[in-house]
C-alpha cells in the first residue's frame, strides 16, 4: 500500500511538472506573440499603421448624392434660465454629407445648472433620415454661473430620404432637470 502512495505521488509530481512547463511555455508565446504578428504584418504589407513614408489620402465618401441639396434649418427654443440658439440659422447639404452645426447656450443665473436638450424634426417623416454623430443632446449638460458653451452637432441625411423633402427644420428644446429637493423627514401622527 505503501509502494502504491509512494508511485502515485511520483507520477502526480511528474504530472505537476509537466503542466508548469506548458504554463510557461504558453505564457512565452503570448508573450511574443505581439512582435511576431507586427514582423509578419510588415513582412506582408498587411496592417502597417506606423510607417512615416505613408501619405494618408482622404476617403471619398461614394454615399454623397451631389445631384440633390437639402436645406436645413436651425431652431431653438428655451425653458428655463439660458439664452440658446444656433450659430447659423440654415445649411445646405447633400444626402450623405458629414456636416456640423453650433449651438450656444449662456447660463443666466448665479448658480449651477443641469439642463438637457430634446429634438424634434419638421417634417416628421425626416426624423428617422436625420443622423446624429455626436450631440449635445446625447447627454446632460452642466453650466456654471454665467457660463456660455458652444456645443457641436455632427449629423448627416441618410440618402433615402424621400426625394420630395427639400428642407428639414432641426429644433431643440433646452431645459432645466429640476434637482429632487431632499424632504424633509415626516413625523407619525401619534394618537392621543
Known amino acids: 500500500m505503501e509502494n502504491q502512495t509512494e508511485s502515485t505521488g511520483k507520477l502526480n509530481g511528474r504530472m505537476l511538472g509537466k503542466l508548469a512547463v506548458i504554463a510557461v511555455m504558453m505564457f512565452g508565446f503570448g508573450y511574443l506573440l505581439v512582435p511576431i504578428y507586427k514582423q509578419i ?12 513614408e505613408m501619405k494618408v489620402k482622404p476617403i471619398d465618401n461614394s454615399q454623397i448624392d451631389k445631384s440633390r441639396t437639402i436645406t436645413v434649418e436651425f431652431d431653438a427654443n428655451t425653458t428655463g434660465p439660458f439664452r440658446f440658439r444656433p450659430t447659423v440659422n440654415s445649411m445646405k447639404v447633400h444626402p450623405g454629407e458629414m456636416s456640423q452645426v453650433l ?15 430634446i429634438p424634434s424634426y419638421a417634417p416628421q417623416q425626416a426624423a428617422a433620415h436625420f443622423k446624429k454623430v455626436e450631440c449635445f443632446c446625447f447627454q446632460q449638460q452642466t453650466l456654471e454661473p454665467s457660463q456660455a458653451k458652444q456645443m457641436p452637432v455632427v449629423f448627416y441625411l441618410d440618402p433615402a430620404l424621400p426625394k420630395d423633402v427639400k428642407t428639414i427644420t432641426l429644433s431643440y428644446t433646452f431645459f432645466e432637470i429640476a434637482k429632487p429637493e431632499k424632504q424633509a423627514a415626516v413625523k407619525p401622527a401619534t394618537a392621543g
Not at 504584418?41 to 512615416?52: A, D, K, R
Not at 449662456?106 to 438637457?116: D, K, P
Open 103 to 117: 449651438y450656444e447656450v449662456v447660463n443666466t443665473q448665479t448658480r449651477s445648472v443641469e439642463a438637457q436638450a
Open 41 to 52: 504584418c510588415e513582412l506582408t504589407g498587411v496592417n502597417i499603421l506606423t510607417s512615416q
